[in-house]
């Protein structure tokens, strides 16, 4: 059973456009969320986080919006740039059970066009 | 300063042999984590070591996987009569300590058995 979903697989747009990149979760408990960003042959790293107690968090062009109603979280990346292109990685952590463990979806491959 | 390590890169194995993985935390990071990325799927948790308390192994899909630590710095995953599912991406990840969100993960292992 998937907690943490990233229903798309992919996504493809242009430079200086916005990318939007979903997550959907199931678990009420999660009570913290994080994006990572992951480049091939690389390990993910840290982007973006958010707590539950927020609906949006912003860093440069990366903004991250939680609506806890719709257990659902975006991230947006406003202007998309080339060197944007990778797999991101919506994480999920559960604030009922044990604090250390990140729930992870499956990832969506961006791909920004110059 | 250096980021987490890991070793090998690539590793080739026979059916039924046994592999040993390495890993190497950032300096001063009390807490470790294993995780397995299967081709196509997000990242599935495997065992937390955190200091010297008893590491959470709820993850670990089999009594074939182990690992241990040493201290506070390196750990080693060992699979035991390698099976043809466990090919996956095996990646590392360390942070301050329990109540940190943040995991900086290495580039990972990518276990192939033929």
């Known amino acids: 059973d998937q907690q943490v979903k990233q229903n798309s697989p992919s996504l493809s747009v242009q430079e200086g456009r916005i990318s939007i990149l979903n997550c959907d979760y199931t678990?009420?408990?999660?009570?913290?969320f994080l994006w990572y960003k992951k480049y091939p042959a690389e390990g993910p790293t840290f982007l973006i986080s958010?707590?539950?107690?927020?609906d949006k968090n912003e860093d440069g062009r990366f903004t991250v919006f939680l609506n806890k109603s719709a257990k659902h979280l975006s991230l947006h990346i406003v202007p998309s740039q080339p060197g944007d292109s990778a797999v991101y990685f919506c994480a999920a952590r559960d604030g009922g059970g044990s604090n250390y463990k990140l729930t992870f979806g499956k990832g969506t491959l961006l791909t920004v066009n110059p | 300063g250096a980021g987490v390590s890991q070793s090998p890169s690539n590793k080739v194995t026979e059916k039924g042999k046994d592999v040993e993985l390495r890993c190497d935390p950032i300096s001063g990071h009390t807490a470790l984590y294993w995780y397995r990325q299967r081709l196509g799927q997000g990242l599935e948790f495997l065992i937390y070591?955190?200091?010297?308390?008893?590491?959470?192994k709820s993850g670990l899909p089999s009594d074939r996987f182990s690992a241990e630590r040493t201290g506070e710095s390196v750990s080693t995953l060992t699979i035991q009569r390698t099976q043809q599912e466990d090919s996956a991406v095996y990646l590392c990840a360390s942070s301050l300590g329990r109540a940190s969100y943040e995991q900086y993960f290495g580039p990972g292992t990518r276990l192939t058995v033929t």
């Open positions: 958010i707590s539950s107690i927020k």
């Open positions: 070591f955190q200091g010297n308390s008893a590491p959470d």
């Open positions: 678990n009420s408990m999660f009570d913290y």
